[in-house]
Every structure is written in C-alpha cells, then in structure tokens.
C-alpha cells in the first residue's frame, strides 16, 4: 500500500516568510510525528499526534513552529519568519495504534536563505 | 535529559569485513529501536529491543541490548555494498507517547 508522503520534496524560501510543510501519513495510522533532521545530525522530535488528543508539543524549538491535524489524518507543520537556522529536512512519521513501528515519508528538505 | 550517544560517528570497511556500532545512555533506555538510512533516503525500520539482555539476529545482522538497559549493538556480519548507509539507536520518550530520541548515528562506508 501507499507509504507516508510529504509534499513539497523541496522548498527554498528567503528569510522570514512562512512556509508549510504537508504530510499524508498512511491510512488508518492514528499517530503522526515530526522530525527535524540538519545535515549531518540526528533526527530531533518535533512534535507528536494521537488521535483526537491534544498534540504534544515538547520538540517545538520555538513559538514559529506549530503543527495541526486535520480530520485525524493530513498534518501540516507551519514555520513562521522562517530563519537560516531552520533550513534541514522535515520528516514525517506514523504509526499505527498496535505497533510499535514508525514509518516515515521521504521528507521535506527547507532550504531559507 | 534523555540523550543517546553513539560511536563510531563514522565507519569505512572493506566488503566481507565485520562492522559494529554502540548506543550507550546514562540512564536506563525504555526500549531501543534501530533504524537504517541510505543515503539521500529516509529512515526504515530495523527492529526494536525491549528485554534486558535481548539478542535479536536479521540474517547477517545482530542486535543486542545490555543487561542493564543502557547499551546496545548493532553488528554486521560480512559487509556488503549494500550495507551502506546511516544505522541509527533511538530511544522512546515515554513523555511524548513512543516518540524517538535518535542517536547522531553511525555512517558506514563499504568498499569493494
């Protein structure tokens, strides 16, 4: 079946606009996850959905970056003034409510200059 | 808080050379997770470690998990070319759900 997708695969953007970044996590995964991942680095939690519960939001580095699900499926992580130290690839993750398995999209790479 | 550390930061072998990387926590880990990611891909799912002392083997592939729960292994039997990639350890937040605290990873490099 179809995996995680993200959209779009590639996005530059000048310093301080806003961007959004989709992900379609697969069907029927109730849990979706953001990462962040700079070059050469790990990957850093954003943030986290279940379900109809309140996100957690923990992983956010700052007040620019907030995340929402719609309808329990699409998410979109929006960045505002976008910064240079906020270029890195987006990743998507989900997870299906019997496992323990994260599955992830091909990530959004954000290049602000 | 929670942080993973993982060595060797990089790795270059010839192929049919053995290849080991280590995950190690300060504090106890809840369970260990161990992801591969090719180069220019995403991460994919290896395989998770719960029990103190685990052993768990993927054809030329073993992972281990310490006794204590604050390490882990991963060793690679005989490397291919096709064993290339980043191998990351990631431990879960139960704060967060089962969201991942990712090591930096390991990057190996294979010639042939």
């Known amino acids: 079946g179809a995996g995680v997708s993200q959209s779009p695969s590639n996005k530059v953007t000048e310093k301080g606009k806003d961007v959004e970044l989709r992900c379609d996590p697969i069907s029927g995964h109730t849990a979706l996850y953001w990462y962040r991942q700079s070059l050469g680095q790990g990957l850093e939690f954003l943030i986290y959905f279940q379900g109809n519960s309140a996100p957690d939001k923990s992983g956010l580095p700052s007040d620019r970056f907030s995340a929402e699900r719609t309808g329990g499926s699409v998410s979109t992580l929006t960045i505002q003034r976008t910064q240079q130290e906020d270029s890195a690839v987006y990743l998507c993750?989900?997870?299906?409510?019997?496992?323990?398995?994260?599955?992830f999209g091909p990530g959004t790479r954000l290049t602000v200059t | 808080g929670q942080q993973v550390m993982q060595i060797p930061q990089y790795q270059h072998v010839q192929e049919g050379e053995d290849f080991t990387t280590y995950c190690n926590s300060s504090t106890t880990l809840s369970n260990i997770q161990w992801y591969k990611q090719r180069p220019g891909g995403h991460p994919v799912f290896l395989i998770q470690l719960v029990k103190s002392g685990e052993v768990k083997k993927q054809k030329r592939l073993t992972f281990q998990f310490g006794e204590a729960k604050k390490n882990s292994s991963l060793h690679i039997t005989a490397t291919q070319t096709t064993d290339v990639g980043t191998y990351f350890c990631a431990d879960s937040m139960y704060q967060a759900g089962t969201a991942l605290i990712f090591g930096k990873g390991t990057t190996l490099s294979v010639s042939s």
């Open positions: 993750a989900s997870r299906s409510s019997g496992s323990y398995e994260q599955y």
